[in-house]
């Protein structure tokens, strides 16, 4: 596979690709952390655009912002990425992802949606000391 069918392949779409391989199409809108994350999973992505959206090593909580901002309204073919470093621009080197198993594992290792009623054994505070989710 050449870089062009890869930039293709991999170019996100503006919906939310961990529900794109389970055969569903579900949007991705602005949270109050600036990132896309989804409806449905929870699932969040930066966005440089025209450049990367890069994805999250953790997952967001569902706090968007009041006023609707969905991702595939402004979408320009940004090529997806992890999430490599805590910083900005959070994939430094930039890495891409070149195979659909490449981002399956990836994803697959983001733990699920803190749910406070289950457990809170998977939590970690992260440098600032905040708890959040993040990678297993």
């Known amino acids: 596979m050449d870089i062009e ?7 996100w779409k503006g919906f939310c690709p961990e529900s794109d391989m389970a055969g569903k199409k579900v949007r991705m809108r602005l949270n109050q ?16 655009p ?8 953790f997952r967001g909580g569902g706090k968007f912002r009041h006023s609707p901002k969905y991702a595939d309204e402004i979408v320009n073919g940004e ?3 992890p999430q490599n470093t805590e910083a900005f621009p959070y994939s430094e080197p930039i890495e891409i992802f070149k195979k659909d198993e490449e981002l399956r594992n990836f994803i697959s290792k983001i733990r699920r949606q803190y749910d406070p009623k289950k457990t809170t054994s998977f939590l970690k505070p992260n440098v600032d000391g ?6 297993e």
């Open 50 to 57: 025209g450049i990367q959206a890069i994805i999250m090593n």
């Open 33 to 48: 952390w600036d990132f896309y994350e989804s409806e449905a999973t929870g699932l969040q992505i930066a966005v440089l």
């Open 5 to 11: 069918e890869i930039k293709i392949k991999m170019a």
């Open 130 to 135: 905040e708890i959040l989710p993040g990678i």
């Open 79 to 81: 090529i997806l990425c």
